[in-house]
């Protein structure tokens, strides 16, 4: 499972929340990034997680930052 940094937030909280934060229903967010609102579901609880490339449309879709990791 991964956690975001400074929190001990799992990445399905960080989901939930912003996507809370920007109004946005689990069905809105899934059409938005081209997945089933189940998807965002299971992110969400932890159940599973996305792959990278699921991770970019998502952060794109609700407006955060995406930083690349230095060595």
Known sequence: ????????KTVGDAIRD???EKGL???QLAK?????PGAI?????????PTVA?????MRAMGVEI?????
């Not at 938005?32 to 089933?36: A, C, E, K, Q």
């Not at 699921?54 to 998502?58: D, F, L, T």
């Open 1 to 8: 499972m991964i956690v975001t940094t400074h929190t001990n």
């Open 18 to 20: 912003k996507r809370k």
């Open 25 to 27: 229903t689990q069905t």
């Open 32 to 36: 938005i990034v081209g997945v089933t």
């Open 41 to 49: 579901s299971r992110w969400e609880t932890s159940d599973r997680e």
């Open 54 to 58: 699921m991770y970019e449309k998502i």
């Open 67 to 71: 930083v690349a990791f230095d060595k």
